[in-house]
């Protein structure tokens, strides 16, 4: 399977709402929609009006039909727009997600290896959330990250969630 990866637009925000989607595991939680991702208040800040000054990110899409399949973003979320995995106001937030059919193929590797390449001239750290049943974390562990201490919290659908940092000095 050829596919690229590029910068992402604010015309990819339609896409990122779909990645928002299955980021947070909705389709676990029962008959939620994207629409319902992009109402819920705490998650939509995520995707919001992209294109923002401190957004950065990139999508992997088809080569054959530019269709896209998977996204990695980076929000700043501060003040009283704090995200879930919040450190400071000068560590942007991960997400991340690929759509069911492309998984276990390295697209989410080769979307954050772009993005941390990236992120590492504009942020001293990133920051994400993640469920501890999540399998992404041996990846993130892999690129660096470490959980936070202290930072278990009781996610929304009543597991358990962990802060994850990565220093880039």
């Given amino acids: 399977m050829d596919y690229s990866i590029r910068p992402l637009t604010q015309e990819d925000e339609p896409f990122l709402w779909q990645m928002l989607y299955e980021a947070a595991h909705m389709s676990e939680e ?3 929609t994207i629409q319902d991702a992009m109402n819920h ?32 973003w980076l929000r700043l979320l501060t003040g009283d727009n704090k995200g879930y995995g919040y450190i400071n106001d000068r560590t942007p937030e991960l997400a991340i997600a690929i759509l069911p059919e492309y998984r276990n193929q390295g697209i989410g590797t080769q979307l954050l290896t772009h993005l941390l390449s990236t ?16 399998p992404a974390l041996s990846l993130y562990k892999g690129m660096g990250f470490e959980v936070v201490a202290g930072s278990e919290t009781i996610n929304r659908v009543g597991g358990i969630s962990w802060k994850m940092k990565l220093n880039f000095d």
């Fill in 30 to 32: 029962g008959e939620l």
């Fill in 119 to 134: 992120a590492k001239s504009a942020y001293p750290s990133i920051s994400l959330s993640i469920r501890s049943t999540n």
């Fill in 41 to 72: 208040s705490d998650l939509s800040k995520y995707v919001k009006n992209w294109g923002l000054k401190d957004d950065l990110g990139f999508v992997a899409t088809l080569v054959s039909s530019n269709q896209p399949i998977g996204a990695a």
